[in-house]
């Protein structure tokens, strides 16, 4: 039996809840690769085409994000798991036998649609089945696993691209073993898995009580707007590598390689924390989002300064590590920005919204900065705002750091 703090779970359980992750990453992103390969199977398909593969199923996301967030608070989280297994799979299938560009980016919707249903319950089954430094962790490894597998899925593609270009395709049916393991998920305890409506969060630090002004609905929306925000900035100013690495690489002249090299880097970095989280929450306690920010700031500052092949190496690397450190923690906050157990998963949804709303629109921010000070001709300009942002956000981390946003307790180790 496996110790969480609540009920133990037997270990398939916990298979069962960490199987989910191998997925909730794969949509759009994990394509990619082989997007230049479409372009030679459909000769005649335009560049916007292309590009709504991967764009769509994140917008998508979004919503059902959200969707999936609301119904968690019914008696049914198993079943919308279930559901969107089943579309996932579905579409796995429906990818091998697709002959026209229209039918994948049909599919890719669908896959979005599936996937949203997905990630919320991914963080949210841990969260109802563990607490204090035992969810922690598990949030580590569930970030470890989803970044692991999208990686994994990355370079599977790009090795199986040259074959048929149905068979890259195939990597999407590692959903078959999520849904296998469903079986599973009926071990959890009910108590768990439905925690009373009126029952508060029970690990919180420095909280108010159920009725007190600072709640509103079993929630603390100063602290999830808090966590929105701080998500939704920190994706934002590191996922610029993935969009302008390219851009950066192409005026310098240099061979296309190294864009695979810095955004392989940069998603290695995300997981490695994942796994070995409670070993940097011991050694930075109550300076860990410092820290983060730091790094953060200097992978940045690497890019926008020092635009050397090697050095961008080391900047990505800087970059994807503070993020990894964050994003499970940010995970665990949102279950601890509730009054209520029953509205940790809508929580977490409303967080994790915020994730793929700064993916989407990250280009246009960037675009904005770039028209009002008329930075056209800066080929390190996104990389610059980047680093300027994170320079005071790092200071906010420091002035705040006993605030619940940034505070890291004894309860985290």
Not at 74 to 97: A, D, E, N, Q
Not at 155 to 162: A, C, F, N, R, V
Request: aromatic content about 12%.
């Amino acid at each position: 039996m496996v110790n969480t703090g609540k009920t133990p779970i037997s270990v398939m359980t916990l298979l069962a809840i960490l199987a989910i992750s191998l997925v909730v990453n794969l949509p759009g992103l994990a394509i990619t690769p082989m997007l230049g390969n479409l372009s030679k199977v459909f000769p005649h398909t335009t560049q916007i085409e292309e590009q709504l593969l991967t764009v769509l199923p994140n917008l998508l996301i979004i919503p059902f994000v959200l969707l999936s967030g609301k119904l968690s608070l019914s008696r049914h989280k198993i079943g919308i798991v279930v559901t969107g297994l089943l579309i996932f799979t579905g579409c796995s299938v429906w990818y091998l036998f697709a002959n026209s560009m229209l039918q994948l980016i049909i599919i890719s919707c669908l896959l979005g649609c599936g996937a949203g249903l997905l990630i919320p319950l991914a963080s949210g089954l841990i969260s109802d089945t563990f607490t204090g430094k035992y969810r922690v962790r598990m949030m580590g490894v569930k970030s470890g696993i989803s970044n692991s597998s999208l990686v994994a899925a990355t370079y599977l593609i790009g090795w199986l691209s040259g074959a048929n270009w149905h068979v890259p395709f195939a990597v999407y049916l590692i959903c078959l073993i999520p849904l296998v393991m469903t079986l599973w998920l009926r071990k959890i305890p009910d108590s768990d898995l439905y925690p009373a409506p009126a029952s508060a969060a029970s690990d919180k630090t420095d909280v108010a009580q159920p009725g007190h002004p600072d709640t509103h609905d079993g929630f603390y929306p100063g602290r999830l707007w808090s966590l929105i925000g701080v998500y939704f900035f920190i994706t934002f100013a590191t996922i610029t590598i993935s969009y302008y690495c390219p851009f950066l690489v192409e005026k310098k002249g240099w061979s296309t390689t190294l864009t695979g090299t810095v955004t392989a880097l940069f998603f290695l970095f995300i997981l490695i924390p994942g796994y070995s989280l409670p070993f940097f929450l011991r050694h930075l306690k109550g300076n860990t989002f410092f820290f983060c920010g730091v790094i953060m700031t200097i992978g940045m500052g690497l890019f926008a300064f020092v635009p050397v092949a090697w050095v961008m190496c080391v900047g990505a690397s800087l970059a994807g590590l503070g993020y990894g450190i964050c994003q499970p923690l940010i995970y665990d906050k949102a279950s601890r920005a509730v009054t209520s157990e029953s509205k940790a998963t809508l929580s977490l949804a409303f967080v994790l919204a915020a994730n793929y709303i700064s993916i989407a629109v990250t280009p246009f921010i960037i675009d904005f900065f770039r028209n009002i000070l008329h930075a056209s001709k800066v080929t390190t300009f996104a990389f610059i705002v980047c680093f300027v942002l994170l320079v005071g956000y790092t200071v906010i981390t420091l002035i705040l750091k006993k605030k619940f946003i940034f505070n890291i307790d004894n309860t985290y180790y």
